[in-house]
Nanobody, 116 residues
């Protein structure tokens, strides 16, 4: 059974940092493109960043470039999202995603709230 479990969310002040983590099981982690998506209240889910399985090529949404960094540790079946200089508009539920061919898996999400 496939499971993606996110952790690391919470309340942070503007300008602060958080590190999200996603633990994967039940999949061959190293062959999946891993991604982080987010969904703010009243908005559609959007891609934040993803990372390719073999060479760790990365893609970022324009809104987070220079502030967020995605990384992966295939030996530990983990993917991370380091978020710096957080802004109130980064407030959302953040979801971990694994994709290989037509297979697509989602975690249940972790809430990030950026507020003073």
């Amino acid at each position: 059974q496939v499971a993606l479990v996110e952790s690391g969310g919470g309340l942070v002040q503007p300008g602060g940092s958080l590190r999200l983590a996603c633990a994967g099981s039940g999949i061959t982690f190293s062959i999946n493109t891993m991604g982080w998506y987010r969904q703010a209240p009243g908005k559609e889910r959007e891609l934040v960043a993803n990372i390719s399985p073999r060479y760790s090529n990365t893609v970022y949404a324009d809104s987070v470039k220079g502030r967020f960094t995605i990384s992966r540790d295939n030996a530990k079946n983990m993917v991370y999202l380091q978020m710096n200089n957080l802004k109130p508009e980064d407030t959302a539920v953040y979801y971990c995603n694994a994709k290989f061919s037509t297979a697509l898996y989602w975690g249940k999400g972790t809430l990030v709230t950026v507020s003073s």
